[in-house]
């Protein structure tokens, strides 16, 4: 028959329909409301994870990033600066000491040119206190105004350093004494002065004149 030929013909192909009911019977809900709260969703997701994005950058921003200025970080200017500031306080420094040893070099060349000029005016005096020396000898300053001369210009010379060469019995030093001749002494040891015949004189370390002296030569 046709009706069943067509049900045989057709049995085995699926069937397929939509359900156009705006109300869902499972739920009772309007169709369509599921899909809405799912799009809803989505989209507070996507603006929330906008707004953290946000506020990430920032907190990055506030924080310092890469491409935040350096605070500490000093211009190429104010750099410069500072050297030739260095620069010129080197120098000054280098002036200051330069001009203390000037100053030193000065002070020591002036005092050498001071101990000179002592030692030329005791060296020409030495004449006149040899003369001193002989009149003492002979009596003729035990007393009087020339004993009092004499002493005060004695006086004077040793304040300026001056220093007699006459000790008897000492060693023979070349250095101070001059040795005018030898002869036999029994109370003097060999190469030791036995007679000093003209005083000698110094100042500091150094000799003015040596001092003429008879050296022993023992017995």
Sequence with gaps: MPHHGNE????????????????DPETGQPRGT????????????????????AEAERIINEAGGDD???????????????DVEAELRNDLLRLQAEYVNYRKRVERDRE?????????VLGSLLPVLDDLDAARAHGDLEDGPFAAVSRKLATILEGHGLERIEEAGAEFDPNFHEALMQQPNAEVPADHVAQVLRVGYKKGER?????????STGE
Aim: net charge negative; glycine share 4%; no cysteine.
């Design 207 to 215: 000799v003015l004149r040596a001092a003429g002296v008879i050296v």
């Design 34 to 53: 599921e899909d809405a709260a799912a799009e809803s969703d989505d989209s507070a997701a996507a603006d929330a994870g906008a707004d953290a994005l």
């Design 112 to 120: 050498q040119v001071r101990e000179l000029a002592v030692q030329s």
């Design 68 to 82: 935040a200025p350096v605070e500490d970080e000093v211009p190429a200017e104010e750099v410069a600066t500072s």
């Design 8 to 23: 045989e013909e057709h049995g085995d192909e699926p069937v397929n329909f939509t359900d156009k009911r705006k109300i």
